[in-house]
């Protein structure tokens, strides 16, 4: 997936806003996947380039708001696992503290959750700093929801990022969602346990400095 992003202002806050057009998307298939259900998938995913959204984030770096409305005529499967990477989307930012720490440093981030998804809380933890760039791990956790369906959420993984950027360089996560649900309906009791691995890579491909296109357009 290829996502382009445009920030158009800056509040006096300090607070970006951006917006972002979703350019391409491809799937990466498992060795063993039957061609036809690959083609089926991709023929689904067609229609999603050209998609659009916005954004904002905040001074500290921290994501404010992310929007993207997906196609209602999308499988079910398909929505979801693209809910579970909007979500993840909109949980990231530059994962800055506070204040002002050193290399080995752990501080906390939370993400609200919805009507049906838990609270997140993002264990940072910084491991390596070099000129502008800092490396970090995350450690991503959501006790189960009190409400129907019970979602838990864990995760762990990367990050390289620059101050100067909305998002990070690279970033990658793995995230084990597990979920119980139970018929509210008359008749014998149901249970349904449903586990959702998703694994996501994140990297930059080009930037350029909004001093440079403000330059390029004086000419």
């Not at 990466?28 to 089926?40: F, I, M, R």
């Not at 929505?79 to 800055?96: D, E, R």
């Not at 008359?186 to 001093?211: C, K, N, W, Y």
């Amino acid at each position: 997936m290829a996502l382009s992003v445009d920030v158009m202002r800056v509040s006096p806050d300090g607070e970006i806003h951006y917006r972002f057009v979703l350019e391409q998307i491809d799937l990466l298939v498992k060795g063993g996947t039957p061609q036809k259900d690959a083609e089926a998938l991709r023929a689904e995913l067609s229609p999603l380039p050209g998609l659009r959204g916005e954004g904002r984030v905040g001074a500290q770096g921290r994501s404010n708001h992310f929007q993207m409305a997906l196609p209602a005529d999308l499988s079910s499967a398909l929505s979801q696992s693209l809910q579970h990477m909007l979500k993840s989307l909109a949980g990231m930012g530059t994962f800055l503290p506070p204040d002002p720490v050193g290399l080995g440093a752990r501080w906390e981030h939370h993400t609200q959750g919805g009507p049906q998804t838990p609270d997140v809380t993002t264990t940072v933890e910084l491991k390596s700093l070099e000129k502008n760039q800092l490396g970090m791990r995350l450690e991503l956790l959501a006790p189960a929801s009190t409400s129907a369906p019970r979602t838990q959420i864990r995760g762990q993984g990367g990050c390289l990022m620059r101050v100067d950027r909305l998002w990070p360089l690279q970033y990658e996560l793995e995230l084990d969602t597990h979920s119980r649900i139970h018929s509210q309906d008359e008749g014998p009791p149901r249970r349904l346990e449903i586990t959702t691995h998703l694994r996501m890579q994140l990297r930059e491909l080009s930037f350029t400095s909004p001093l440079l296109r403000a330059s390029a357009r004086s000419y």
